[in-house]
């Protein structure tokens, strides 16, 4: 089954909100979209079920029991740090070669889309040698790059796309979601972005689904 990679401008862009959006989506189309969230920042334990694999749970049906969380997100760190910076607090490491056995398992066991939410923006440093994009690349998977719609975010989007095909990275398309305080609408951000960029573009609405995730969904 295909696989696709959830990557962002940065965090807090939406990653989780939109890989939750599309599973559920999925399940109204009877369509299994299955999601793992291999490396996670900032987890605590007492709060599993609003933590971003307690999210992706929820959405597939699951409850957040330490076992579930365990099972799509090996990855955890307390500190809400980029995983190099955790790892060295914490005598973790994410181990790239690892990190790539689990994802390709993880597909060869979905019985339908897989989707890899990845840990902030593309470039956030896995360890002390890989890149998010890195991940990526290695994968050899689509990314939807996940943005917002704030003051600046246009000039982030087109670096993160150009930083993803230097790594010669397929781009399913671009997710707008609209951020709390946008400046202008996001159809306006989109019109801009459309004279720069050829790969699709969806706007998803704040706090509101008018159906931009089914049509995501049913061509994932």
């Given at each position: 089954m295909a696989s696709y990679f959830i990557t962002a401008t940065g965090t807090g862009?939406?990653?989780t909100y939109v890989t939750a959006g599309l599973i559920k989506a999925g399940r109204e189309l009877k369509k299994e979209i299955a999601?793992?969230?291999p490396v996670m920042s900032g987890y605590d334990p007492a709060l599993a079920a609003e933590s971003d694999a307690g999210i992706l749970l929820e959405a597939m049906g699951r409850p957040a029991t330490p076992g579930n969380v365990a099972t799509?997100?090996?990855?955890?760190?307390?500190?809400?740090?980029?995983p190099d910076m955790a790892g060295v607090r914490e005598g973790k490491r994410v181990g790239f070669e690892d990190l790539l056995t689990?994802?390709?398992?993880?597909?060869?066991?979905?019985r339908g889309p897989l989707l890899i939410e990845g840990v902030g923006g593309v470039a956030v440093p896995l360890n002390d040698d890989m890149l998010v994009a890195d991940w990526i690349a290695a994968l050899k998977i689509?990314?939807?790059?996940?943005?917002?719609?704030?003051?600046?975010?246009?000039?982030?989007?087109l670096s993160a796309l150009g930083f993803l095909v230097?790594?010669?990275?397929?781009?399913a398309g671009v997710v707008l979601s609209e951020s709390p305080a946008s400046p202008v609408l996001p159809e306006e951000t989109a019109?801009?972005?459309?004279?720069?960029?050829?790969?699709?573009?969806?706007?998803?609405?704040?706090?509101?689904?008018?159906?931009?995730?089914r049509k995501i969904a049913a061509r994932l």
């Open positions: 862009a939406g990653k999601a793992i969230k799509i997100s090996p990855w955890r760190f307390t500190a809400p740090l980029s689990f994802c390709k398992a993880a597909a060869a066991a979905a689509p990314a939807l790059l996940v943005c917002g719609t704030y003051l600046g975010s246009i000039s982030h989007t230097q790594q010669n990275i397929k781009i019109a801009t972005l459309e004279r720069f960029i050829t790969c699709p573009i969806h706007i998803i609405p704040r706090d509101f689904d008018d159906g931009t995730f």
